[in-house]
């Protein structure tokens, strides 16, 4: 959904910001990537989800987990990436608590996917964001700390987890947030990951560097991690791009270094200076073996691929007349999609903005103001839009069998009879009525007579009363109005 930008600051009109992305996501795999381990381990006692592969004992096998190849692949398909004949995995060499056997499984030169592109609307129009590559590698384990103690789960340990890595094309905070959103909306839509960034299934990181507007050479760059939402990652890139700039201006040299960003003090701080650039002696994987694509199995992903969120916005918007925005509500959201797109169904006549304002509307706000979902039967949508539609019902009681049917799962005719929410649109019956109102009342069409217009109000409200509210409210006012024109209520 796009939302208003920050103002420009004046950092932005002196300096340029140049900003790559780095998002690690856990693929939705019932096993780990190379061992049989459940990856159901959240919320589990520690180390409970293990065995000697992803605890690192020496001479434990790996072995490939098929789907979380399948789901980088398909990743790779819907970022429109090119996909290698063949791959392999690397060791990337380095120490760390976490890491026990000294090394991680990853990709180094052969990634499952190179050189895709996202594209995404923002405040300022469309942006296409030029994606490196996507590779899998195994996730680390988890180190706990407490009371003057460390303590490593590894129930984390060889989870299989995607790295999708952009080019340094991305100039704005906005932009960046606006990228992850997208991401994680396109994996979702995939199914291969559920990329919830407060569990940690998504984890995002940015490297920000400035140059002076106009010139060519990329400045010092940072790293900022810790970012645990989308609102961080807008908040932090911003506060890193204003101070660099005010480092900048004052002459002092910008560090290379890895900088966390705290939501509570709205600062990112120094994690740790680079000195050197990492090495990691990287060499091919002696126990795997390289992995052959071949086209059927690539042809097969590809054709189980769902519509695309990119391609569902452009649907809705070129096909159905919907706005950018509705769209992007719709979109963003898969429950109101698929009620959407069941309600269109349900019903052919029904135009697609009236069903997209309903389910943004009035679906959306039911659904969010509960928290284990809601149960909704779009054809009883359908069917309550086609009566307000028919001035059967009021729009607003329209809503109020909504929200009946939704708690008690009844259908829309049931609670419209039951409740006695039918409205009075026959004109013979409405022309009754209006003739006693008036009949009723020789003093607001004196009134009325004599010039005074808002007496046509009240005779309105009148009608309304007479009907316990049921009066179609538009009809009611024109026969009012017509009877008043007549020369007011017939005098037989
Ligand atoms: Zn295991």
Not at 286 to 306: E, F, K, N, V
Request: charged share 25%; glycine share 8%.
């Amino acid at each position: 959904m796009v939302e208003t930008a920050s103002p420009p600051t004046r950092a932005m009109e002196r300096y340029e910001a140049i900003i790559g992305i780095e998002v690690h996501c856990q693929l939705k795999t019932t096993s780990k990537m190379f061992c049989s381990c459940s990856t159901a381990y959240d919320g589990a006692p520690p180390n409970t989800h293990v065995c000697p592969v992803c605890l690192g004992l020496p001479g434990a096998l790996p072995v490939i987990n098929r789907r979380a190849v399948e789901h980088v692949l398909a990743t790779g398909l819907a970022i429109e990436s090119n996909v290698p004949e063949a791959t392999r995995w690397d060791r990337k060499n380095y120490f760390y608590p976490d890491l026990p056997k000294g090394y991680q499984i990853s990709q180094y030169d052969l990634p499952l996917a190179s050189q895709g592109r996202l594209t995404f609307d923002t405040s300022d129009g469309p942006f296409t964001v030029d994606i490196t590559r996507a590779h899998l590698e195994e996730d680390t384990a988890k180190l706990v700390h407490g009371d003057g103690v460390s303590l490593v789960d590894f129930n984390r340990s060889g989870a299989p987890l995607m790295e999708v890595v952009t080019e340094p094309v991305i100039r704005t905070a906005e932009q960046a947030r606006r990228y992850a959103e997208e991401l994680q909306l396109l994996l979702r839509s995939i199914g291969a990951s559920d990329a919830d960034m407060e569990r940690g299934q998504m984890r995002v990181e940015a490297n920000v560097s400035l140059r002076l507007r106009g010139t060519e050479p990329f400045g010092t760059r940072i790293e900022v991690k810790n970012m645990n939402s989308f609102r961080a990652v807008e908040r932090a890139i911003g506060y890193e791009i204003e101070r660099q700039a005010r480092a900048l201006d004052a002459g002092e040299p910008v560090l290379q270094e890895t900088r966390g960003w705290s939501e509570e003090r709205g600062e990112t701080y120094r994690m740790r200076v680079k000195e050197t650039s990492d090495d990691y002696r990287y060499f091919p994987e002696p126990d795997l073996p390289p992995l052959h694509l071949d086209a059927t199995w690539l042809a097969s992903i590809r054709a189980d691929l769902p519509e695309l969120p990119g391609a569902k916005r452009a649907r809705y918007r070129d096909l159905l007349g919907l706005s950018a925005y509705d769209a992007a509500v719709l979109v963003a959201d898969p429950d109101a999609s698929t009620v959407f797109e069941a309600t269109m169904a349900a019903d052919a006549t029904i135009p697609a903005k009236v069903a997209a304002n309903w389910v943004t509307g009035d679906f959306l706000r039911l659904r969010n103001a509960s928290p284990s979902g809601v149960s909704i039967d779009a054809e009883e949508l359908a069917a309550i839009i086609v009566a307000v539609d028919a001035g059967t019902i009021s729009r607003a009681n329209g809503r109020e069998v909504l929200e009946a049917h939704v708690s008690t799962g009844e259908g829309a005719a049931a609670i419209i009879a039951n409740r006695g929410l039918s409205q009075i649109s026959d004109a013979g019956a409405l022309g009754v009525i209006v003739d006693e109102v008036l009949a009723a009342n020789p003093a607001a069409v004196a009134d009325y007579r004599a010039g005074k217009d808002q007496a046509v109000g009240f005779l309105i409200g009148q009608v309304m009363k007479a009907t316990k509210g049921q009066a179609n409210a538009a009809l009611a006012g024109d026969a009012v109005r017509a009877r008043l024109a007549d020369g007011g209520a017939r005098e037989d």
